[in-house]
């Protein structure tokens, strides 16, 4: 019985026969048309699989957080977009204009493209990727009161009741912005910022959905961040990083916990095993392990910590500002993304 592959291993499978047989992505753009095994592998990886599942898209747009992600599939997913996307997007190109004669260059980074506005002469569908949802947004709130002023204006005896629908569906909108307080722009600004999350299998296969699990807290984490409440985002990003420590840095059982003279863990009154201080564990992870030292968290955590004790007294967040709560949050990725294997 053979297993199937997933998304995640497709893409590494066809990824790597193209570049073992291509090389490099100059030699791809040289020899797609006269070396046939390239021309295969181009085609299997671009139109049989990319194209044809929507996986760039998915991946680059779609959930923040990836589970059971495969060994090499970050690593190759960042050779595939800073180095062999732009070859591929030319040879594309050939393949449709035969006669463009315009070089290759094999240093230009691909570029990040602005936002822009669905042009519906062209686009007959919402592209998160392309598109800013913000105005896409507004337009859907455009028709609907395009609409209910043509209902009001229509002689038809069924328009009062479509137009109560639209008024009803006006109103929810108004109140989501008005009342409850989202930021459609903020939201779709701060989703974009965010790349995605790989977790490993061996990391989120630790945990479930069940609440409080490590995948439960970094989900509840962005999505606070992404609507724009900064101090429950900050909460859950501390929870995050304790987890990290406790379940994913391989800390031996006297850096977790006080040892009593028995040599076993100290418990607290309800019987758990006493953990110790932040700080410790902190310097324990940056002791064995260098991507903690990089980050230097303990810091952040002191600034988080106080907030969440002495809230009345801090300075208030301003949600417009997101360098610091997506600055914890890169590190998080970072730090689940290079999680060191069970010992």
């Known amino acids: 019985m053979t297993t199937r592959l997933n998304g995640f291993e497709q893409f590494m499978l066809l990824f790597r026969e193209l570049k073992r047989v291509a090389g490099t992505p100059q030699r791809l753009v040289t020899f797609h048309q006269d070396i046939p095994e390239i021309g295969v ?11 044809r599942f929507d996986f760039k898209r998915r991946v680059d747009a779609g959930n923040k957080l990836f589970r059971q992600v495969p060994d090499g599939f970050k690593e190759d997913w960042t050779e595939y977009k800073e180095q062999w996307a732009p070859a591929i997007a030319h040879v594309d190109l050939l393949d449709i204009l035969p006669e463009l004669s315009a070089p290759y260059d094999p240093n230009r980074l691909p570029e990040q493209e602005a936002l822009e506005a669905p042009d ?27 609409e209910l002023e043509f209902r009001q204006e229509s002689q038809f005896e069924d328009d009062e009741a479509i137009a109560n629908r639209y008024r009803i569906a006006l109103g929810a909108v ?29 990391v989120s296969n630790k945990h479930g959905k069940e609440k409080g699990s490590l995948n439960n807290l970094l989900d509840d984490a962005i999505r606070a961040y992404v609507c724009g409440a900064p101090a429950a985002a900050l909460v859950l990003c501390r929870s995050t990083i ?102």
């Open 242 to 343: 304790e987890m990290l420590l406790n379940k994913h840095c391989n800390l031996s059982e006297d850096e977790l916990f006080e040892i009593g003279k028995d040599g076993k863990p100290k418990t607290t009154k309800d019987g758990r095993p006493l953990e110790k201080s932040l700080r410790e564990r902190i310097a324990a992870a940056e002791r064995h392990h260098e991507i903690w030292r990089q980050y230097r968290l303990y810091p952040r955590l002191e600034r988080i910590n106080n907030l969440i004790h002495d809230y009345s007294r801090m300075a208030p967040l301003d949600p417009n500002d997101d360098k610091f709560l997506r600055d914890i949050l890169m590190a998080i990725k970072t730090l689940i993304e290079s999680s060191p294997r069970p010992a």
């Open 120 to 146: 519906p002469d062209y686009d007959s569908s919402f592209d998160p990727v392309r598109h800013d949802g913000a105005k896409a947004f507004e337009w859907a709130i455009w028709l609907l009161d395009h």
């Open 174 to 202: 108004d109140y989501v912005i008005k009342t409850i307080g989202l930021d459609v722009q903020a939201v779709f600004r701060r989703w974009q910022a965010l790349p995605p999350i790989f977790m490993p299998a061996f």
């Open 41 to 51: 592998a181009w085609r299997r990886l671009q139109y049989e699989f990319l194209l």
